[in-house]
């Protein structure tokens, strides 16, 4: 009889608890903040670095602002734009980086990026679509 009372006690203790347990509901739209302020654009993966001069072609910058990339991407539909990948950390890149805040350096147009040698076509979303 003692067992029984133990294994009801139990049943009803695990009931009450799943009841008590609060549900919770997928987020949808998760604001991450606004974009990182870099010189010559950001990388389009977290943690959103800052990309040096040069990773991205002109076509990603209207009037001297980039158009963005990932979730603050500000493009037209469809767009696809040129980038030298060898720029990026996950091809190996580990030269210097602006930082965040940094302000484009005398010289450094970015309608007309010097000597510009993308070798990949990537859309605003993080998607690479083509090599050049």
Known sequence: M???????LAAVAGICFAAATPSTQAQVGVE?????VCPY??????????APYGYYGPEWFTGGVFIGVGPW????EGFHGHVNNRFHPEHGYSGPRPARGDKPEPGKR???VAHFKGNEVR????HAVGKR
């Not at 003692?2 to 009801?8: E, G, K, L, M």
């Not at 654009?41 to 800052?50: E, H």
């Not at 859309?123 to 993080?126: A, E, N």
């Open 123 to 126: 859309d605003g979303r993080g």
């Open 41 to 50: 654009g950001y990388y389009d993966v977290a943690p959103y670095d800052c």
């Open 73 to 76: 991407f500000h493009g037209p």
């Open 32 to 36: 991450i903040g606004v974009a990182p």
């Open 110 to 112: 970015l309608d007309k």
């Open 2 to 8: 003692n067992r029984f009372r133990i294994v009801a």
